[in-house]
């Protein structure tokens, strides 16, 4: 067992049969695995889709599940690093996962950014899921929370204990859904600049908005406070007040600085 890799084992067939079943699988759906592990969910989610397509970075899993599955012929077992593999250009993918906590940020950040997907079904670290959905005024509303909502809606499903897993991790894991919006909040020619501004508005949390844009974007403070009146965003607030429709005013006023 490999904890560097976030190999933690679902080992009760309750919650992938949970899972499976919070995803709306139709028998014609392609579901995208990302990490099987020793194919616990794999199994579940094959018996009810017409392909699977599951990407494990370990070598020897790989090869186990290769074995185990030699007989299903709608799963497809893939030795690769999800981070470094391109999906198939198929349209509405389904995205099923216990994801390795190590890199789920990373994975969530991955599958936003595809235009070809309409679900996903993921299993987080709790922790990960409250900022995930996070509305503004809260503690956990930030960069990940915009991030993932500007592109979908994300609704939390149930909480997994750690006796569910071997070798048990020590927090408690959610297994949250996300629908990609058929158009997501930010048009693609803004969304560059609007993640640069999302992005220093929270990079000093403890200051002020327009302080924390002033200083990250080397924009004059008089400017800055200008265009935040513009959006509607009071200049001495902090960045976690701010909705995402604010920020998306904010960007369509305010020209940055290219670098
Ligand atoms: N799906 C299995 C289950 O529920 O029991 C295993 C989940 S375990 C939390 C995460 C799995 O992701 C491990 O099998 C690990 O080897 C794999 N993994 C880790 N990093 C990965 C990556 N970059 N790409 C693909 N798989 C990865």
Redesign the pocket.
């Known amino acids: 067992m490999?904890t560097r890799?976030?190999?933690?084992?679902?080992v009760d067939k309750n919650i992938?049969r949970k899972i499976a079943a919070s995803a709306d699988i139709l028998p014609s759906d392609t579901i995208i695995?990302?990490?099987?592990?020793?194919g616990?969910?794999?199994e579940e989610i094959g018996n009810i889709s017409k392909k699977v397509i599951a990407?494990?970075?370990?070598k020897t899993?790989t090869n186990n599940l290769s074995v185990k599955f030699e007989n299903n012929n709608n799963i497809i077992i893939i030795n690769?690093?999800?981070?470094r593999w391109t999906p198939p250009r198929i349209k509405k993918l389904k995205f099923v996962?216990?994801?390795?906590?190590y890199?789920s940020s990373a994975i969530i950040g991955k599958i936003l950014h595809l235009d070809n997907w309409d679900t996903a079904v993921l299993?987080v670290q709790k922790e990960v899921a409250e900022r995930l959905k996070a509305l503004p005024g809260t503690d956990d509303y930030g960069i990940l929370s915009i991030a993932c909502q500007v592109f979908c809606t994300v609704e939390k499903i149930f909480d997994v204990s750690n006796t569910c897993?071997f070798p048990k991790p020590k927090v408690t894991s959610t297994v949250v859904k996300l629908k990609r919006l058929s158009k997501p909040l930010i048009k693609k020619t803004n969304e560059k600049r609007f993640f640069k501004i999302v992005k220093s508005a929270f990079a000093h949390r403890r200051k002020t908005i327009l302080n924390s844009l002033s200083m990250e974007l080397d924009i004059n403070k008089t400017i800055i406070q200008k265009k935040l009146l513009e959006a509607n965003i009071s200049p001495f607030c902090r960045a976690e007040t701010v909705s995402i429709a604010s920020f998306i005013k904010l960007t369509n006023v305010l020209s940055i600085p290219k670098k």
């Open positions: 490999k890799l976030g190999q933690n084992f679902l992938t695995e990302i990490g099987p592990g020793n616990i969910l794999t990407i494990e970075i370990d899993l690769k690093d999800f981070l996962a216990n994801l390795p906590y890199i299993m897993f």
